[in-house]
């Protein structure tokens, strides 16, 4: 399919294909918009199918950072890519300067970072060969992932009170799919707060130790859809609320950290008709994005954790605020995000004739 053409394609003002036969890297890298500034976003390492998959996947993930980081009011645009390979088995030093190589050639255009099958030493490899690197260990504020985990805990706080009416987490109960390093960050964060957990994940040695750790119950990956639970936390691979799901789903709260989990944007309406709230996954997974934006802050000020982590907690009331507005509009909560984010940022032609 033609890339203009293409279903996720959404006035992208790059995408770049990448691909260094030496080392084997297939990579795709989208920009989404720089109209607030060069775009800030992680690299993800996935097994695709096939550079179709991939590519739906980069196009998906870039917007949905555009839309990030204009709610989340920070000073970059969308963007991200996706490494072609087994994180398990492809990795390797030439692999990633290759990928650091081609980041260099956008001249700044983009700034990489850490997601899914990637790790703050991988991102480090790269910067032998880039400087637009973000969430590095040396000077940097390292792993994101506990930063998105606050984040989403903020955010499963703020649902909680406007669709149950509860001021606390204690005894409500969290179904939680995917105990990644994300994931499992914030099962901790849930745990200490009071919350009961229902889990699970294809590593089972995860779930043993969220069972010892924090008192969790696990069910079978098929089974935590169905979980009796007030919240449902998807925490694993996007595209997990589709039409099944929504007439299975036992929760009346969608709150958790995974990219795109729509299937498509009719479930962010069907979630609404069904009764079930649902925080928007760009609005309430950005903590990690806003902790690598506290990297470089005015004056050459060095990362402060202190701060990162207190403007992460905002995704709270930023939520709060979308609740309100879908709830006097009588839009889905998703819409109310977009509509939002898009006050916020200039359509891919205005922003190239600025």
Same mark, same amino acid.
């Given at each position: 399919?033609?890339?203009?053409?293409?279903?996720?394609?959404?006035?992208?003002?790059?995408?770049?294909?990448?691909?260094?036969?030496?080392?084997?890297?297939?990579?795709?890298?989208?920009?989404?918009?720089?109209?607030?500034?060069?775009?800030?976003?992680?690299?993800?390492?996935?097994?695709?199918?096939?550079?179709?998959?991939? =590519?739906?996947?980069?196009?998906?993930?870039?917007?949905?950072?555009?839309?990030?980081?204009?709610?989340?009011?920070?000073?970059?645009?969308?963007?991200?890519?996706?490494?072609? *390979?087994?994180?398990?088995?492809?990795?390797?030093?030439? =692999?990633?300067?290759?990928?650091?190589?081609?980041?260099?050639?956008?001249?700044?255009?983009?700034?990489?970072?850490?997601?899914?099958?990637?790790?703050?030493?991988?991102?480090?490899?790269? &910067?032998?060969?880039?400087?637009?690197?973000? %969430?590095?260990?040396?000077?940097?504020? %390292? /792993?994101?992932?506990?930063?998105?985990?606050? %984040?989403?805990?903020?955010?499963?706080?703020?649902?909680?009170?406007?669709?149950? *009416?509860?001021?606390?987490?204690?005894?409500?109960?969290?179904?939680? +799919?995917?105990?990644?390093?994300?994931?499992?960050?914030?099962?901790?964060?849930?745990?200490?707060? %009071?919350?009961? =957990?229902?889990?699970?994940?294809?590593? +089972?040695?995860?779930?043993?130790?969220?069972?010892?750790?924090? *008192?969790?119950?696990?069910?079978?990956?098929?089974?935590?859809?169905?979980?009796?639970?007030?919240?449902?936390?998807?925490?694993?691979?996007?595209?997990?609320? /589709?039409?099944?799901?929504?007439?299975?789903?036992?929760?009346?709260?969608?709150?958790?950290?995974?990219?795109?989990?729509?299937?498509?944007?009719?479930?962010?309406?069907?979630?609404?008709?069904? &009764?079930?709230?649902?925080?928007?996954?760009?609005?309430?997974?950005?903590?990690?994005?806003?902790?690598?934006?506290?990297?470089?802050?005015?004056?050459?000020?060095?990362? /402060?954790? +202190?701060?990162?982590?207190?403007?992460?907690?905002?995704?709270?009331?930023?939520?709060?605020?979308?609740?309100?507005?879908?709830?006097?509009?009588?839009?889905?909560?998703?819409?109310?995000?977009?509509?939002?984010?898009?006050?916020?940022?200039?359509?891919? &032609?205005?922003?190239?004739?600025?």
């Amino acid at each position: 399919m033609p890339l203009f053409d293409h279903p996720e394609f959404d006035e992208h003002v790059e995408v770049a294909f990448c691909r260094d036969p030496a080392s084997g890297l297939k990579a795709i890298i989208a920009l989404h918009n720089l109209s607030r500034g060069p775009a800030l976003g992680g690299c993800r390492m996935w097994p695709y199918a096939d550079e179709a998959e991939a =590519l739906t996947d980069v196009l998906r993930l870039s917007r949905g950072m555009t839309y990030k980081s204009a709610l989340a009011d920070l000073p970059y645009g969308g963007g991200k890519s996706v490494i072609i *390979g087994d994180p398990r088995a492809d990795k390797s030093e030439a =692999l990633f300067r290759a990928m650091g190589r081609f980041v260099e050639s956008l001249g700044g255009r983009y700034i990489i970072a850490e997601d899914v099958g990637m790790s703050v030493a991988d991102i480090e490899t790269m &910067g032998r060969e880039t400087a637009h690197v973000a %969430g590095v260990a040396a000077g940097g504020s %390292g /792993d994101p992932s506990p930063a998105t985990a606050w %984040g989403v805990f903020q955010g499963i706080r703020a649902a909680v009170r406007h669709r149950l *009416g509860a001021e606390t987490l204690d005894g409500v109960r969290v179904a939680v +799919q995917g105990l990644g390093s994300v994931g499992f960050h914030l099962c901790r964060a849930l745990s200490e707060a %009071g919350a009961r =957990l229902v889990v699970t994940d294809l590593n +089972q040695q995860a779930v043993a130790r969220a069972v010892d750790e924090l *008192g969790a119950e696990a069910v079978a990956p098929d089974a935590i859809v169905t979980a009796e639970a007030e919240v449902f936390a998807p925490c694993a691979l996007g595209a997990v609320i /589709d039409d099944l799901a929504i007439e299975r789903l036992k929760a009346v709260v969608v709150a958790g950290s995974a990219n795109n989990q729509l299937a498509a944007p009719r479930h962010g309406a069907a979630l609404r008709d069904s &009764g079930r709230l649902y925080a928007p996954d760009y609005v309430i997974n950005a903590g990690g994005v806003i902790n690598i934006s506290h990297e470089t802050r005015p004056g050459g000020r060095p990362y /402060d954790k +202190q701060a990162a982590f207190a403007h992460v907690a905002k995704i709270h009331d930023t939520l709060l605020e979308i609740f309100a507005r879908a709830d006097k509009a009588g839009i889905p909560t998703s819409e109310a995000a977009d509509r939002l984010a898009e006050t916020r940022f200039k359509p891919a &032609g205005l922003a190239a004739a600025a």
